[in-house]
C-alpha cells in the first residue's frame, strides 16, 4: 500500500481570543491531530490548541519558531515530512503566510512534493475588505509603511494616487500603539473625497469597522490605541 504523502496545514488563529467558537469540528478534528508545528509566536500557539481542545497535551507536541527574529529551519521541515508526520503552520493572529512569515516554508514544502493544505479561518484584511464596501475586485495590500518622515507621507499619497488612478482599494496596517498617529497622518495627507474604512478589533466584542470620507472622519475619530486595526483608502 502506498503510504499516504506528508501534509503542510496552513493553520488560521484567532484574531480575537476571546472569540473561541469560529472553528467547526472537522478542522479542530484536523489540527488536534498534528504534533509537529512551525509557530510565530509559541505561547500564543500553545493557548490556541488548548481552546480547540482542553484534552491536547501541549508536551507530546513539538514547536519550531518562524517569525521576524527566527527564520525557518528548512531541515527540520524536511526531517518531519519524510518522517511521514503532517505539519501544520500558526500564525500569532489570523492566516499565515498573509501579512505573517511562513511562506519559504511553504515553498519548501512544494519543493518536497508534500501537499499544502490552506484550512478555512479569518484574515483580518480580507474581512475588513469585504466589510469596507469598498471595490473588492481590485484591491493592493501594502503591509506596514513606513515608521519615518517623510516617507511615511510619500507612501500615504502614492497610495493614494493608484487608488484614484486605478480604483484599486488600498490595504494597510500599523503596529497597534501607533494606530492613533497613522490616523492622524491620513486625515491631514489625504483628499477629503477619499474614502477611509477603519477596521479594528474583528471579530472581538468591540469589534469597529466603518467607511467614511477622510472629511468625516475629522468629525469623529475613533480611540485605537493598542487596538489592532486595517486601514483601506478606497472611492
Known amino acids: 500500500m502506498e503510504n499516504k504523502p506528508s501534509c503542510l496545514y496552513m493553520i488560521p488563529s484567532f484574531l ?7 472553528f467547526p469540528e472537522s478542522f479542530i478534528k484536523i489540527v488536534i491531530g498534528i ?3 512551525f509557530v510565530e509566536n509559541e505561547r500564543s500557539a500553545r493557548r490556541f490548541l488548548k481552546a480547540l481542545d482542553k484534552s491536547v497535551v501541549i508536551d507530546n507536541i513539538q514547536f519550531n519558531l518562524v517569525n521576524n527574529h527566527e527564520k525557518p529551519d528548512l531541515n527540520i521541515l524536511k526531517q518531519w515530512l519524510n518522517q511521514g508526520n503532517d505539519v501544520g503552520i500558526i500564525s500569532e493572529a489570523g492566516y499565515p503566510c498573509i501579512a505573517d512569515p ?4 511553504v515553498k519548501e514544502a512544494h519543493h518536497l512534493g508534500a501537499k499544502v493544505i490552506p484550512l478555512v479561518g479569518p484574515n483580518a484584511m480580507l474581512m475588513a475588505l469585504a466589510a469596507s464596501g469598498l ?10 509603511l513606513p515608521v519615518k518622515m517623510p516617507e511615511r507621507i510619500k507612501a500615504l499619497k502614492d497610495l493614494e494616487k493608484k487608488m484614484m488612478y486605478a480604483g484599486e482599494t488600498q490595504i494597510f496596517m500599523e503596529t497597534p500603539y501607533r494606530n492613533n498617529a497613522l490616523v492622524s497622518d491620513i486625515l491631514q495627507h489625504c483628499q477629503p473625497e477619499t474614502l477611509l474604512c477603519i477596521a479594528a478589533d474583528i471579530t472581538s466584542a468591540s469589534e469597529f469597522i466603518k467607511t467614511k470620507k477622510i472629511k468625516d472622519w475629522e468629525k469623529s475619530v475613533p480611540e485605537l490605541n493598542k487596538r489592532p486595526a486595517v486601514f483601506l483608502l478606497g472611492k
Open 135 to 144: 471595490n473588492g475586485q481590485q484591491f493592493a495590500f501594502s503591509g506596514y
Open 102 to 105: 511562513g511562506n519559504i516554508l
Open 35 to 37: 504534533h509537529h508545528f
Open 16 to 22: 480575537s481570543p476571546e472569540n473561541t467558537s469560529l
